[in-house]
């Protein structure tokens, strides 16, 4: 019954990003349009940062679901990007499942709009195949806060760890001696309190 | 400690609808009266979409609990209809059970009100049995969400997995290939939002 | 100093529906989906019930805005029906203002999308004019419940009644009498807590 | 500009208990039942303490809306009761204002259930005819809070005072000389906190 | 890994009742006081009903906690009355366990203010000694919605099943057939939306 | 209807703390007791550093109501006191009156407990007498926010202006040239998060 | 008593932006800090689109309160900027009054913060010099819900229209012929939900 | 399956402060300041009060994150004090994790700000290290609720016991006879209602 600390390691860990789609998006409403757009850019900045692989999937981006959110698109212009034709949970995928393997990396980080079916299915599916798995939850988004709460509930259950983008990023970093300037940079463009207090520092140091 | 994911199978599961009754729905102050009637008669359509067998079961429904909401008795017109007696337990009337064990199937999504007693019983039950239980927690109400959280965390506790209705649809759906129109169409049918993102498609793609 | 109720007149009122277009429906957040859906079409059933002339007018439905609500659309298949070019006030589109002043009512309820905006403009032009205005406030949304509290505020200010449909359709309705099947019907499809009590009623009254 | 406080004075008031019968007590969801239910019975209590004239009205009780609450017939037992035959808005009911105005009183407690109904149109027609309304708004109630501002921001915008059964108690006592007993015992019975003062001061005054 | 229902059995059950006292009730915020006065007392009554062995303690009732609120004392004038001389988690206290055990019971219910402590201890004692613990979450208060939280996850994740006075008295009733006039008058009396059921329903049959 | 600001002057204003008694305190449910104490304590800072002429005044607290709060006794040592016998209008009690009219001043800063009846009944007598009134909304609380809401829109519908502590102190302050540390200290003593600022600030300053 | 449409109008209109600085804004809790930085960029870009004369104040800018946003210094770096040495109400210090007065406008836009003070202060200043004063709510911030309800009443009351930035951005506007390619633009770049819609529809354009 | 009761035992326990700086703190949304503030510095009472091993630690204080909250440096003037040089996760300085060998205890209570990072990451090192964790949530703080529900789950998922101030407090006093003057005014000086409670029960006792 000891306990191991499954932790987030930024050489062995991929992102999974899953219909983040302009239509779907409509439909999140357990966050606020800004706060969610804003916890959606970080997590990608912070895959950009660390250089942690990422793969984005789609699902009908010519219909109604509307294409993927045009910022995550630019972020991966290089990555797989996955239009799957018709499985719902994308780990049904087989190019999907590949380009995963093909990271070689055992843990994975999911984020994806609606929580409880392209989040929580994709992972139970990869906590099945013994993936370490963890849930961006405030980059994963659904139809009010009652869903959210269940599907949380089922993820954690079966062995998920629930994170968000803000904890995601201070676990892969683990020393701020690893880069002060680039890592508070991009603390400060996605938290404006803590922007203030850098330019209230700044400034007074500037004196 | 290897996790199975329990996954639904269209195939291998039945819906158990528990005392939604006129009356007793006047009690469901955790879901507004609007989402909640939504919510019960998606899942409803669910079932019907997939063949799902589905059993439904009241408490004195001569009596002030009021008859079963008439859309459910409809839908479900060749369903088995068990009026119990007296057991407040559903899975303490032998027909109920038989009924159950008539389908052959091993996981159950069960639904009803109030989540506490109607549902939460029988849900620990079914575990006792050893089905794979799963439980419609958004198509299930009861006096207040205290109520609801403590129950909820009762039935997790003992392994019931917490979903919701379109959860449960896109999990028994897999593969939207199956069938886009159909399940396409109840998906509008029961989300305002979706529809809303299918009408300002079908404008366009019709320019 | 002393009051006068300007209380709905069935004879002397017009309904206004402002920008229920399908692109815009998903910028409303002060009300879930479901309801919100239920409240407007509500406001149409009351509409046609009492014969009220209803004027529906939209903004850039052929670009991201979105069509109209295709159940207002039909619903009011014979009413005026005014695509402004580009005014935001709906008030500064001569054809909507003469389409109201053809109605030769003095009363107005005025209901849309945004409410701060595509409410509360005309709700003053309208005051301005002499109108008596009502508000018919659920069946009006917004981004978030502080831009509701506020704009709420100014229409109040300013002299308009803040009303909800199912109050429009009690104040218009006067007396029972005047039809209990119809009424009662039509309350019974939109408030799923008053079908409650009419099925447990009838189940009863048949026995 | 001068502002005239119109204080509740129990030798000119009169109270009206509109609708509140057991079914639509089952819309009410802007208050728990548990605290609507002692609400109701408090504003009772105190009408009876001070011997406010009280008039009973109800709409339909032999059909969904259901009796009115046994516990006010039965506090009541003497007072006017009427039963409308169809007029929603009280006051439309000529017994009804015979019935007050038999009173000879120039204040009245307006409670009744749904508030933007029952409540909030006779309180407009009873402002027109130029009485002191006071609106008991803890002992009316409605299907939502949205519903609720809506109405208050109405009636209050007409000139109606706002207040809640214990405010009303307190306005009318004035001075506790007048009965201490009594009217503590009145608040100790619906105020469990209040209660709680009055049983640790009693047993340490035993000491 | 097989799932035992660990079900409430009238006969083999206990309750114990922690410190509802006057000064404490005064903490309690996570419940509006007339909900939590009514959830204890239904507690209470049920423990009556099924003369389920009760046991009551207090701490320091003559100091600012207060005395035991009097209704509890009333309805269990003969049950074990231990006041604690100093122990905060009862369990420490030998007059208190061997009262337990006196009772023969091996199931607990155990309720009390606040939850976090003189609750949770006593709950993570009784399990560690082997009996099943059932918390009687919504008879159980504390300072703010919080604490609560923490305290619930607590003892649920060390085996206490969480429950509410209305989920204990169906699932110790088990079949209304035992009883229909007892326990319906039982939940009418606690429940103000059951009772408005069945009044409802009453008059109708009476016509 | 030229609009005139009736702005709060430190040497025309006279504060009234009405009942904050330890018992009544108990009975304060919308705002924790944190906040409640901090804000009560804070106003009485800003009284004390204006040299504000202030006057306490209680009901019963040899009752249940209990003592005045010491902390408040304690700062306004040699202010008049009126405990009154029996009026719960404090504005009823005729050495009350007196004390105010003593005062020579126009402007009234009222706050007490509970604020639809100790608050808001001698806002409405002073308002009628033609005083300025302020009432300092955090620093007066009741039962819960419905109750307040109702007592505040009461309150401003007479011409009471609504404020808080912190901008009680702001506007008698005016200018910061006039005390910046004794000022400056007082908000940090009761902001926690302006202290923040500052200790930031120093720690830098001193570098 | 007829009312008149006080307007706002892109030719007679200043903004006032009230120190909205670094330090000040650690203290807004009733927005989340996304939500406030994105309502404040958004204001700016509405005056930087109309060519609103605007004008910036600060308080103690090289003290705790630290610097102004960055954002709006840039944004408005030939406006006139005014430290003020002390005065709370900005409207206390002549060269904040006398820089509005060379602006020549009637109308003025107020955002700031704290709302009750730094925003309600100068505003009944204003009301009182005859300006007609529009609160930007959403662009001004304060410690609470609770002291923000109360400053907006008192503003409201004294005749402030509340007005959130993307109503005061639309009722400048008054029609999309101005300028859709530009008004679009800055709607997209502040509502995340409205960029959606752009993005589905541009997507389904192309096709 | 059996389960052991790790409960705080005031011998063998060690309290670990991360990260309580004034900057950081300004991030802390979950709670209000007061009751933040009140939450941390009762915690700090309690090591105080039971004398047990405390160690703090900060990161980067000279920069934006700011100064440790002076009333804790105050409080644990002699404790060991570790500024980190760059770990996040201070589980990874060696420094601290000697210090809290150098205790000797098995059980380690830890607090900080921000909850998810650097609270979440020391628990899940020192449950992987075989110690007995218990997170001090109410002296924790982060973002938002969403995030803390995450971080509890996370925490919660992994063996650690949440608890609270007041919890700690109680657990380790065991039995009021230790010391009823010294335990009772510390929680009097952090729970204003339980100092009502006490003040209203001395000046009974006076008498």
């Known amino acids: ?57 789609t699902s009908f981006e010519n219909g109604p ?26 780990w049904d995928n087989q190019d999907f499942v590949d380009a995963i393997k093909a990271t070689g990396k055992k843990q994975l980080l999911i984020a994806g709009v609606v929580t409880e079916v392209c989040v929580a299915f994709p992972v139970l599916s990869a906590l099945e195949e013994g993936y370490e798995v963890f849930v961006v939850t405030d980059a994963s988004g659904t139809f009010n806060q009652t ?23 201070c676990e892969l970093h683990r020393d701020w001696r690893n880069d002060i300037e680039g890592f508070g940079g991009l603390l400060a463009g996605h938290l404006p309190a803590y922007a203030n207090l850098m330019q209230s520092y700044s400034q007074q140091a500037a004196v």
């Open 65 to 90: 679901n509307g294409p993927m959110v045009p910022e995550l698109k630019e972020a991966f212009a290089s990555a797989p990007y996955i239009p799957r034709p018709g499985q719902i949970n994308a």
């Open 147 to 169: 869903t959210r709460d269940a599907s949380w509930k089922r993820m954690s259950q079966a062995g998920a760890q629930l994170m968000t983008w803000f904890g995601v990023g």
């Open 1 to 57: 019954m000891a306990f191991t600390y499954n932790r987030l390691n930024k050489d062995d860990v991929a992102l999974l990003m899953v219909d983040h789609q302009a239509g779907l998006l409509s439909l999140v409403r357990d966050f606020s349009p800004d706060e969610f757009k804003n916890n959606v850019l970080a997590l990608a900045d912070i895959a950009k940062f660390f250089n942690i692989p990422t793969i984005l999937t």
